[in-house]
DNA sequence: TTATATGTTCACAAATATATGAACTTATGT
DNA sequence: ACATAAGTTCATATATTTGTGAACATATAA
């Protein structure tokens, strides 16, 4: 059902570290070492979030020797989380505005 | 944390039946009853979604004597929702290429 | 070959999210 | 006042997601 494959995707960006990895990727590519270092989760959880992003299309997955590098699979994604982002922002400002008439 | 309330926003979006509803509202408001026929979930449980998008900003509600009623908060929204359901799309698209290829 | 470094996978405990039905609140009609 | 209809809230059973450390596979170096 497409709700369902539309919901996983979703659900694949519904995770504070993976909405990091994801602000941190932006335009560029990231080694595995490097997301681990700037985000200081373990490795292994590491590993399975970034495995369920590149499952879900968010992510393209790069093996080199040794290493694994990560870049998001489309700009659309940061287009959306930016969207999204707004979303809060809006939510956020109109919680301001309310305490402020008070 | 940004980054958890992000995700926040994002969880809000992350369940099949919530995709469903913020398609279905699109540019107009739907009362509870309509939205409740058309997805036939039990009314607890739709409850339950309308008032977790409300809570993180996806969707405003407005009551009206009896009935409750709801919408986007933002257009913003469906944006967001377009964007992903793209990330889907081009995701299926990429694995039914793949399978020509065999 | 042996050792080491890099990620991945696995098993499992803990935390979260979801569905369900009953109880509840509130507005409206009789 | 009483009954009814519309949603909401609550308790709770179930399902899903997450974090953790150990085991694993693989590429490279000694």
Redesign the pocket.
């Known amino acids: 059902m497409i709700y369902q494959l539309h919901a996983?995707v979703c659900?694949a960006l519904?995770?504070a570290?993976?909405i990091e990895i994801i602000d941190m990727l932006g335009e560029s590519e990231l080694?595995?070492?490097e997301i681990?270092e700037k985000t200081g989760?373990?490795?292994?959880?590491?590993?399975?979030?970034?495995?369920?992003m590149v499952e879900k299309g968010i992510l393209t997955?790069r093996?080199?020797?040794?290493?694994?590098y990560f870049k998001l699979s489309t700009p659309k994604v940061s287009e959306a989380c930016q969207l999204m982002r707004e979303v809060l922002v809006d939510r956020l400002e109109k919680t301001q505005d309310l305490l402020k008439t008070l």
């Not at 093996?63 to 694994?68: A, T």
């Open positions: 996983d659900k519904a995770h570290i993976r080694g595995f070492r681990l989760v373990a490795k292994s959880s590491l590993s399975q979030h970034l495995s369920v997955q093996k080199e020797g040794l290493n694994s």
